[in-house]
């Protein structure tokens, strides 16, 4: 079979930081974008340039760093939005703007207040204002699934016309069923007259977990761009999980007439990755990147893989990236190897300072636990580079808990804050929740906690606890994290982390109401 090439478009910095709290700062987004390159996406939405200052930014320096995938922004198909989307990218090795606009009867009624006659003529004029500025532009037509036919073959046959080379037909609101969307793709594809000069594309939400079968079933007849995330973050439900749909293409090569150019064994790293700076954690059974996905527990599983891989394997770890708890560093490792791991796992100190204050915590961790895995090391960079690019204010100084069958739980810890030492006390229904309600005491933070989340970073009893915190204040929801060997000190960590984020305005979701 002659494959085609299905082009990979990335939104985990775009629709993925629209999950409630899992936004995300300039520093966070680079080295995401930087991971995403290395998986050799086609194209990364790094953000939506007009919806704020900080996402404006994180646009343009994800245009100057990334180099071999094309950065795009979103806008809406407004001439300022176009205007400020093409100068963040105006340095973009290769740039792309995308530009949507609703298509559907109640979008456009209720949301937009336009005619279709008016939808059209803006859109067309979005279309070519952004051709002026640059030569990649992709149009959406926002809740495709549920806009009329022959309303989207007029829209769609304008835009082309009007220069847009990438059409995307959403399924905004998870609404699609993988045959019916497919099959409304594959005709419009055959049915208007200039299909040809566009690539089809789909971007589908999970809210009725089918996002992936929709995409692959569009793939089937003919899309071929898919929008995704990775850990299939993104509004409400989320987007198609990356990892999903680029391994399901790989696996299925004999009924898929498409390949992609992603390498796939950096899938793993990049998930750890997304998943330790967005606070969301990975479910230990979701496909590809959970903890459990290639992990066989039954002894007639067990027995089937031994004797023969492929009796229950369809896909290696190794071929996702699964380094399979290789010990890679120790406590007498030195600076050298220490930097040159991480650079291979796509960090890169700026300063020799970040490096050093980066290499005596591996030497704390190295004292507390002898054999030091890839995932440590991540979740080591992940701690510092989150806690410093917040610039915490409150820090923990000391922490000491009192555990004892029979006895309520009691926590004193000294917390830094301004420079200032302050300490705390109190009593818990467990060890946390005492360690909580001493920061509380001092904090009076008037957040209300949302999710309490605790994961072992390797396998092992020695392995670091990595916790995530979701506070909520005012309609505002952040997600603070901490690691450590000691999972008491990793909550405290990650609560006063989430402190520090929520009153950090550049925290702000950057996404703009009423789009
Ligand atoms: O879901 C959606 O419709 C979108 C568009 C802006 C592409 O995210
Ligand atoms: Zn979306």
Redesign the pocket.
């Known amino acids: 079979m002659d494959k085609q090439h299905l082009v990979i478009f990335d939104t985990t910095l775009r629709?993925g930081e629209q999950s409630p709290g899992a936004s995300m700062t300039r520093e966070e987004k680079l080295r995401v974008a930087k991971a995403l390159e290395k998986l050799r996406v086609d194209v990364i939405e790094a953000g939506f340039a007009i919806s704020s200052p900080g996402d404006f930014e994180s646009v343009k320096s994800i245009a100057e760093t990334v180099k071999d995938s094309t950065v795009c922004s979103?806008a809406r198909t407004i001439p300022l939005d176009i205007e400020r989307a093409a100068e963040a990218l105006k340095n973009a090795n290769s740039g792309r703007i995308h530009t949507?606009i609703a298509t559907s009867p109640i979008h456009m009624k209720y949301k937009l207040q336009m005619t279709p006659d008016q939808v059209v003529e803006q859109a067309v004029s979005a279309v070519k204002l952004a051709r002026n500025l640059i030569d990649d532009v992709e149009f959406?037509l926002?809740?495709a699934s549920r806009s009329e036919f022959d309303y989207m073959c007029r829209i769609i046959e304008a835009v082309i016309d009007a220069g847009a080379g990438t059409i995307?037909l959403?399924d905004?609101v998870g609404y699609g069923f993988p045959e019916e969307y497919a099959e409304t793709i594959g005709r419009l594809i055959q049915n208007i007259p200039n299909a040809d000069k566009a690539v089809f594309s789909v971007?589908c939400?999970n809210d009725l977990g089918l996002a992936v079968s929709n995409s692959l079933a569009a793939v089937m007849k003919g899309a071929r761009q898919v929008e995704c995330t990775i850990n299939g973050l993104g509004?409400r439900a989320g987007n198609a999980a990356l990892e999903e749909v680029v391994m399901a293409v790989r696996t299925r090569k004999d009924i898929i007439p498409v390949e992609t150019k992603i390498d796939t064994t950096q899938i793993a790293s990049t998930s750890r990755l997304v998943s330790s700076i967005t606070g969301f954690p990975v479910q230990p059974n979701k496909a590809i990147v959970g903890a459990n996905a290639f992990a066989h527990e039954s002894g007639i599983h067990q027995d089937g893989i031994l004797k023969h891989r492929e009796t229950y394997e369809i896909m290696r770890a190794q071929d996702v990236g699964w380094s399979t708890n290789k010990i890679v560093l120790g406590k007498l490792s030195g600076r050298a190897a220490f930097a040159a791991r991480l650079e291979e796992l796509g960090t890169h100190f700026e300063s020799k300072e970040e490096l050093n204050e980066a290499f005596v915590r591996f030497k704390d961790l190295a004292d507390k636990k002898r054999e030091i895995y890839d995932e440590d090391l991540q979740a080591l960079v992940s701690e510092i580079q989150l806690h410093e690019s917040n610039g915490d204010q409150i820090t923990l100084e000391n922490l000491e808990v009192i555990s004892k069958s029979g006895q309520l739980p009691s926590a004193d810890l000294t917390l830094s804050y301004k420079g200032e030492s302050y300490r705390s006390a109190s009593e818990g229904d467990g060890p946390v929740d005492a360690a909580f309600k001493a920061i509380e005491k001092l904090a009076k933070s008037d957040t209300e906690l949302k999710l309490y989340s605790v994961n072992a970073v390797t396998a092992g009893t020695d392995s670091q606890g990595e916790v995530t915190v979701r506070l909520e204040k005012g309609g505002r929801i952040v997600n603070g994290q901490g690691a450590d060997t000691d999972i008491l000190v990793a909550s405290v960590k990650a609560y006063l982390h989430a402190l520090n984020l929520i009153e950090n305005p550049d925290r702000l979701h950057p996404q703009l109401d009423g789009v």
């Open positions: 629709d979103l949507f959406s926002e809740d995307n959403p905004t971007h939400h509004e």
